[in-house]
């Protein structure tokens, strides 16, 4: 135990814990935009997986993480071109499409990566994305080891949601967003088109989701495996709703998700006295507790989720 | 569930022709995606479709899927009913096994005989319940989104078998993680297949499902609670009651789902036991429309299709879970079809 | 006065909603300086045509003109563009924005763009200080009054540099004292050479402010004419197409010294939706044989003491007492049981399931619907529905027809034949007639005195005076929460109804 709170158990743990955080924040930030425009995105999960799987193909035959990573969320975009056109266009549960688009993509990417790599032993790999030390700022003690030396996909996911959130308040784009998320009637009464808004928040959010998914795989472990997002995309719904939909917000109930994880796995490492199935439940376990403590009797966006009709009677 | 509401006053032939183009359409894009991959689809689809209904070995392998998919897409159903969705069927079936297991190892089994059945199905349909219930209790107490607590806890349950059966329920003989057998099982129907009274119990489930949702006043609240809440509410209808037992009940059903598994399929218990089951139920139920022949002619179809999955994977190497994909397009597809069903009937004046 | 030109003119608009003709072949012109009024009882068509103007819902066939040229009009954001602004009965503002934040969607801006606070602000204040608007620009709407609420819609209009405003039944949820307010910016507007089109079916206000009235009846124009040569009674057969005799309502005496009540409210707060204490501390009672007229404006507690009176809401505080005995308002079993019985405002997602058929929602809320076994018997649910829609002439298809598809009228009667089925001893109504048209109106209410002369005792929410005045035999006027007096109707008038709505006392020191 004592070996926990050492330094040099604390900073590789916690510089873990933000660079698996980043695909949180990229699914969670994404995820808060679909959602204040008041359509849910449950298929989440489903693009994640997809464009891990997409940016992991691309960049071994073309050898550029770039082009993998940019392909991954070009799929996930796709993806959610699909998943709008269910539930914005022809205005179906959209529960329903997220829930049968991730069953879509569990078999297609299983069905995909076996038809392509077969089922041999020896994995396919890319080398993952190398860190980029920020000058001056990675010196610092402690912190600059954490926050500073991480891969350029990390610095982007921070610096991603934090124009989402001035996009969100202080951009007329952002008012138009949360009024369509609120009064979608009201938003139509104002000269807003709905249906624009809600298409342009599913294609943002779905290539986040692509980017967040391309991170696992091109960023994290540098190859594909069976269901490797393993609920992540669940995770960051839950956090949408911690974060109160505030991407700022989400940027902490991430780290908070993606240090668990971290630290599960150097538990178990560690040979720690409990059964390891108890570290792999641990981050659901905590999101799941998360949200009942701290997620009750908040106000999410009005319209989250109705389905609108322009001309309803 | 807005789906319901666009189909449910119409026709049931034009639901039917509906149902059968999305299947044909989804066969036909999967066909496409098969040959773009070299993978000969008409090969594939007979391994598919055909083989599982050739041998009665085969419907017997049907039959041990059915029970499963029929019992969670059953309990599914009651919850659609009332407008919430339990995708939380593969954590309850795990823990249904996991009760059944426990009275199946234990010194009560030896007692009673083959009778140690029954309390065991008691047990394993209150830890599904209970499972179920916990998402239930979220939802009334905390208004958490049940969609998202069902997932979560699915993948708590499911580590939680995987301990169980690590640790302590092992089985000390051998060296695989798994408990010892239960004290006996269910009998078998049909000689040469694996076919057990499991799935008696799940069509006996299908009856129970039908006689409360459509004639008894419980049926019909939970079904106003679907409607309209504010109408539930005017109709003296506690929301918060009703949403917990209805969660209740599907979990119970899906906790009988896992006690067959142990009783009749695998006979002791065995990470994995879970599969695809969950959500192959709650496809069930979509393509059912929750309607009690529909979710039944529906389960039949993909625990065909589920057989057939495997038998295609060992002949031709395409992943067995390309049923995922298949199964996605067609509620998708049956989705796109209703959607294009709008007109309601204008207003009578 | 400026020179007269045609803003806006309509030819020939057509719209059916499935079988159902809303708008049949309609012409009608707006002049610039003029109020025009569109005036046709509940599902003439008003709102349909209206709405196709603005660019909610599209016309079959027909033709529109702004100033002379032909336009096409897809969107609000077209009809904005082309100068014509709407303020619907149910207003179209984002509850957690401000004035200021919502009238900002409208401006001209791009969407990429920073959001400038102070340059609206100043814009709008000078748009306040020459149509004499005022309004309360930075706190969200959702805590504003709904009059209020109604001057941020004009305002918006104006501010997008409307000519043409649309005013969609804009009295329904004003007070007398708010109405003259209302109609004074309305006159500025018309000085300013805006063309106004006045959407309404109350015959008298649209005599009072209009220069010109468009009658339409049944999706038709059945007159066209000046406001000063107007002619009442023909008027009133234009709208409605035949002699109504208005039934003569003979108000029975009652004698309530020494009756228990049915129901009784002992301080009673609740809080509304939103988790707001809406209900401040109510005491009622309600006796046999005697309707009590609640007036109030919208929003000051009104419909949470209806809920909590018929059971289905909990009361925060305070008793409710069937008969002298205490009830539990969690208990709504206990009202239905005990006989209360509740029509409820929102007869679409309320009273009913819109997705059933009439006969299963026959049975909405009753606790036993078959006395014999655990099942339910359709076959006798089925027959109820049938003769209960016969007896109260519910045009549909029958019982088993979807209850969405009933217009306004025939829904609300098949409620109030539910209600009334069971015999009740209190009956709750609230705003019964709210948007039926007249002879499913006069229907209502002379059920409501059928019921009371049989003894039940009814609590009646209306915000037609003509109505509490006619019907009731008190009025107890809520303000905020709380009752802040009680009249007879022979006692009293609409004025000094109106000012007790407003808060204002004139028997007691404020």
Redesign the interface.
Known sequence: MSEILTLSFLIPLFTAGVRMSAPLIFGAAGNIMNERSGVMNIGLEGEMLISALTSFMVAERTGSLLIGVLSGGITGMLCALLIAFWSVSRKQDQSVVGIMFNIFALGFTNFLYRAVYGISTSKAKVSILREVHIPLLSKIPILGDILFRQNILVYLAFILSILIWLLLTHTKFGWQVQAVGENPKAAAAAGVSVIGIRYISYLFSGFMAGIGGSFLSCGIVGTFTENMTSGRGFICLAITILARWNPIYAIFASLLFGTTEALQLRLQALGASLPYQFFVALPFIVTLAALVIFGRNIRAPKSLGAIYTKESR | MKMLDSIRDKNIISKCIILIISIIAALLIGAVFLMVLGVNPVESYYYLLIRPFQSLRSIGELSIKLTPILLIGIGVSFTFQAKLTNLGGEGQICMGAIGMTLVGISPLAEALGPWWILPGMLTAALFGALWAGIAGFFKTRFKASEIITTLLLNYIAVQFLSYCVYYPLRDHKGNIPQSAKVASTLPKLIEGSRMNAGVILAVIGVIIYWIIIRKTKFGYNLRVLGGSIKASVYGGISKKKYYLIAMLISGAFAGIAGSIEIAGTQTRLVEGLAGTYGFDGVVASLMGMQHPVGVLLSSILLAGLSVGAETMQVKTGVSSLFLNVLEALIVLFILLGFSFFNGKGGKNE | MAEKKTLLELKGITK?????KANDNIDLNVFNGEIHALLGEN?AGKSTLMNIL?G???ADKGKIYISGKEVKIQ???DA??YGIG?V?QH???????SAL??I????D???????HRKKIETRLNALKEKYGIEVDLNSPVEQLSIGMQQKIEIL?LLYTGAEVLILDEPTAILIPQECDILFEIISNLAKEGKGIIFISHKLDEVLSISNRITVLSKGKVTGRIATKDADKNAIIKMMVGEEISIPEIKKTSNNNTNQIPILRADEVEAKDERGIQTLNGVSLSIYPSEIVGIASVEGNGQEELAEVMA???KAAKGNMFINNKQVSTRA??D??DNGIE?V?A?RN?????????LY?NW???N????KKR???DYITIKQQTGKAMEDYDV???GAE??T????GG?LQKFIMARALSKNPKALICSYPTRGLDIKATWFIREKVLEAKSSGVGILLISGDFEELFALSDRIVVMYRGKIVGEVLPEDSSVREVGSMMMGVNSHEDA
Not at chain 3, 104 to 107: D, E, F, R, S, V
Not at chain 3, 109 to 115: A, H, N, Q
Not at chain 3, 367 to 370: A, G, L
């Open positions: 059916s909603f499935g079988s159902f599902g603005f909610i819902y599209k969107s609000p954001k904005l563009s709407m619907h207003f179209m503002l984002v509850e957690k924005f934040e919502n900002y969607l409208l401006g801006e791009k969407p990429l763009t920073f959001t918006k059971g289905v809401r709504a079993k009202f239905i509740y409820p929102d997602y309320v009273g009913s399931v819109p997705d059933f058929p299963e049975i909405l809320r606790r036993k619907p078959s655990m099942l339910l045009r549909a298809r027809e979807r969405a598809n009933l217009s025939n």
